[in-house]
C-alpha cells in the first residue's frame, strides 16, 4: 500500500538538507549516504556539474554521501573553468562534511555560458551546513533554494507498506523552463529508506525515468542541466530482498513519486496556467505512443488553444499526424475531458461532434485547470502518457527578458 | 542573369489569375497550362484537397491546366465528404473552363476538421472567373486571396536571361502559422514560362524544396495541407534542351524564388517582429547541420530571446546540443549579426565576448529586423541555413483564439 505522507525528501530516514537563496543565487546541500543512480540530460553541451557527477558516480561503485546544488548558473558551456569550479563545489563541501570528494553530486541550474561566482557559493555553504535537519522545514527551504523560475516548490513523499517491511521514498524537484527533458528533469532528488539489492536497479530506474520526466514537454527546449539522482539510505531496516513483492511495489513507489513530481514540473511549467494530460492508446508500437503524445502536448498550435479555450480541436490531429508515428487518419478516435464531463469528437475517423453546442462544450471542458486529451489512434495496442501545459503570454515575458 | 521583375505568378507567359475574399473566406484560381509537379505534407493527416491533387498528377502524366485555392477551411480530416467536396472543386472549375477535372489542382487552408462550405465556393468561382488576367493587380488579388493569418501577401518574379534563351520563374505564397513544412509550405504556387524537358526536374525541385520551403519552422507544427505546386508553361518559347546552360540557371533561378518565398513565410510568421537566418557550418554531415539550424530557429526559449533582444546566447549553443547533430562542445564557434555589425561570442568551445559591454552590443544587433545567427560545429564540413522568426505575444494571442 502506498500512501502520500508530508516531508519530502527529509521524510526518507538519513537525509539532511537545508537551502538558502540570496536573490536569484540559491544554494542547497542534502547529505544522505547510501547506494545511487543518475541520469543525466543527452544534450551534447552537458553542463560542468554533471560530468563531475557523473564521473563520481561511475568510479566509486555507485555510493552518494551528500549532494550540492546551486541555482541562477548553470555552469554549463564553461569550458575547464566550469569543470574546476564544478570540482571545487564537490570539493569544498567534502571538506566540511568530511568525507571524500568522491561521494558527491554536484548539480547546477541558471544561466548558460557565465562563470559561477564559486566564492559565493563557498561563503552560502558555511550558512546552510549548520542548519541541515530532516523536518519539514528543511525540506521546504531546500526545495525553494533549487528553484529558478519555478513558481511553487516541488517535492512529495510516499510510505509503502509491503509484506517485507514498511520504507519511504521522497523527492524534489525544480522545472519550469528549458524543460524537454530527455532523461531527468531539470533537476530532481530522490531518496528511498529501502535497502535497494538488485543488479537490474539502474535499468529499472531509467526505465521509470523514461515513463515519467522523458514525457514532460514545456517548451521543447531539451536542457543542458538535467539531471534526476536516487539515493538509497537503508535507514529503513528494509531490504528489497526481504520478500518478493518488495522491490516491485517499490517501483511502483518509486514511478507515482517521479510521475507526480514530473506533473508538477509541467503544471508549473513557465507562464503555464493548466496541466495537460495527454494518453495515446492503440499505437503500433511503445515508440509511436510516445511520439504522438509528446507531440501533441509539445505543439505550441495545441498549446496555445488550450490557453486561449479554443475548441481547435483539429490541431491535436495534425500534431499527431507530423508526430512521425503510424496510424491512418480513418482509424483515429479523439476525446477531451476535464476529469468529469468529456466529449468524443473523433471516433474511428469520422467527426462526431462539431456543431456549435458541442463546440461549446469543449470550449468548457478547456477551462478546467487539468485538460486530459485523449487520441485513439487505432493502429495497435501499445500506449503512452504524456503531460504538457497551455503556451501564454507569460512564456514569452518570462523568456523574451531572462538574463537581464 | 538573374533580375527580379514585378507581376508574380503573371509575369510568367501564359498564366492567369484572380481571387476575391469575403471575409475570412477567399477563393482563388490560377489557369496556366503545362508541366507540373507536385509536393505534399508528410503529415499523417493529409487533407482531402492535397490527395486529389496529387492523385490528378499521378494518373494525368503530370500536367496542370489550372489550380483552384480557398482559404478560411483546410478540408483536412474531413474524410469521404471532404474529398468529394475537394472533387466538386476541380468539377466545378473544370466545367466552367472547358477542361478536363484531372487537369485540375486543388489547394486549401484555414481551420481542420470542419466541412467545405461548397455552396459557397461555387458562388465565389462564378465571381473570379470572369475576372482572370495576366496584370499585377490581378496577381495581387490572388496572393491576397489565400491568406489566412499572414500579414503581407507573398509573391516573387524573376527574369532569367541565359545563353539559350530568357525565360521566367515566378510564385506566390502564404504561411504565417502552423509552419514547419515537411516539403512544401502553406502553400506555394510557382510558375515558369521554361519549357522543362529533363526527366530529373522532379527529384530536383524535391531538393530545392528542401534547402527552401523545409528550412523555415514558424512554430514546429507541420500543417496537413503543405503544397507547391509548379507549372512549367513554355510561353517563353525557351527549352531547358536549348543549351548546356539553361537549366542550371533555371534551377538558380527557381531556388530563388522558393527560398525568398520561404523567408517571407518565416519573417511573416504568426506574431513576428523578425526573422532570423541561421546558418550552420562544418557539420559532419548535411543531416546535421540541417537537424542543428532548424533546432535552433524552432526553439522557443532562442525565439523568445529574439524578441525581447535578451543578449542570453547560450541558448542557441543548448538548441544546438539536443538537435541530435553529432559535435564536441569544445569545438563548437558562434557568431551572431545583424548584417552590418557582428559579435563572435565563442571560438572553437571558448567564450570570447561576455563582459557586460559585450552583452550591449549583443543586445543592439539583436534589436535588428534581420538576425544572422552563425554557428560552426567544428565537426566537418557540411552546412545548411535555416530561416524562422521570433516568439511573441501575438503569436500565443492569435493562435488563442484561432476558430472563435
Not at 553530486?105 to 550558512?127: F, M, N, P
Request: glycine share 12%.
Amino acid at each position: 500500500m502506498i500512501r502520500e505522507i508530508k516531508g519530502g525528501i527529509c521524510a526518507v530516514g538519513g537525509v539532511k538538507a537545508y537551502g538558502i537563496k540570496d536573490g536569484k543565487k540559491g544554494l542547497a546541500v542534502i547529505t544522505a549516504k547510501g547506494k545511487a543512480a543518475g541520469v543525466y540530460t543527452k544534450n551534447k553541451v552537458i553542463a560542468a556539474p554533471l560530468i563531475v557527477t557523473r564521473e563520481n558516480l561511475e568510479t566509486n561503485g555507485g555510493f552518494l554521501e551528500a549532494v550540492i546544488v546551486n541555482s541562477g548558473n548553470a555552469n554549463a558551456f564553461t569550458g575547464g573553468p566550469g569543470l574546476e569550479d564544478a570540482n571545487v563545489m564537490a570539493e569544498t563541501l567534502a571538506e566540511k562534511l568530511g568525507i571524500d570528494k568522491k561521494f558527491v553530486g554536484v548539480a547546477s541550474t541558471g544561466v548558460i555560458g557565465r562563470k559561477l561566482h564559486i566564492d559565493i557559493i563557498k561563503e552560502q555553504i558555511d550558512r546552510v551546513l549548520p542548519n541541515l535537519g530532516s523536518g519539514v522545514k528543511e525540506n521546504d527551504e531546500t526545495m525553494k533554494a533549487i528553484m529558478t523560475t519555478d513558481l511553487v516548490p516541488k517535492g512529495i513523499a510516499v510510505e509503502v507498506e509491503t509484506s517485507g517491511g514498511t520504507f519511504r521514498v521522497g523527492g524534489i524537484a525544480k522545472g519550469s523552463g528549458m524543460i524537454e527533458p530527455n532523461m531527468g528533469t531539470m533537476l530532481a532528488f530522490v531518496y528511498t529508506g529501502l535497502m535497494i539489492e538488485k543488479d537490474s536497479f539502474d535499468e529499472d530506474f531509467k526505465v521509470l525515468i523514461g515513463r515519467t520526466f522523458n514525457m514532460i514537454v514545456v517548451d521543447g527546449d531539451t536542457s543542458t542541466n538535467d539531471i534526476c539522482l536516487i539515493t538509497a539510505t537503508g535507514k529503513s531496516g528494509v531490504s528489497s530482498k526481504a520478500d518478493a513483492s518488495v522491490y516491485p511495489e517499490f517501483l511502483e513507489a518509486l514511478e507515482t513519486v517521479l510521475r507526480e513530481l514530473a506533473k508538477m514540473i509541467a503544471r508549473d511549467g513557465e507562464g503555464a496556467t493548466k496541466l495537460v494530460e495527454c494518453t495515446v492508446t492503440s499505437a503500433a508500437d511503445e515508440r509511436d505512443a510516445v511520439l504522438a503524445a509528446k507531440s501533441i502536448v509539445r505543439s505550441p498550435l495545441v498549446k496555445s488553444a488550450i490557453f486561449g479555450n479554443d475548441p481547435n480541436w483539429g490541431r491535436i490531429v495534425a500534431a499527431a499526424g507530423y508526430s512521425g508515428a503510424e496510424f491512418d487518419q480513418k482509424n483515429i478516435s479523439l476525446t477531451l475531458s476535464d476529469g468529469e464531463k468529456s466529449i468524443t469528437l473523433v471516433e474511428k475517423g469520422k467527426i462526431t461532434n462539431n456543431d456549435e453546442a458541442a463546440l461549446a462544450a469543449l470550449k468548457a471542458i478547456m477551462a478546467a485547470k487539468t485538460i486530459y486529451i485523449m487520441t485513439d489512434l487505432g493502429a495497435g495496442s501499445e500506449k503512452a502518457t504524456a503531460w504538457g501545459c497551455d503556451l501564454t503570454y507569460d512564456y514569452v515575458k518570462i523568456n523574451a527578458d531572462y538574463t537581464t
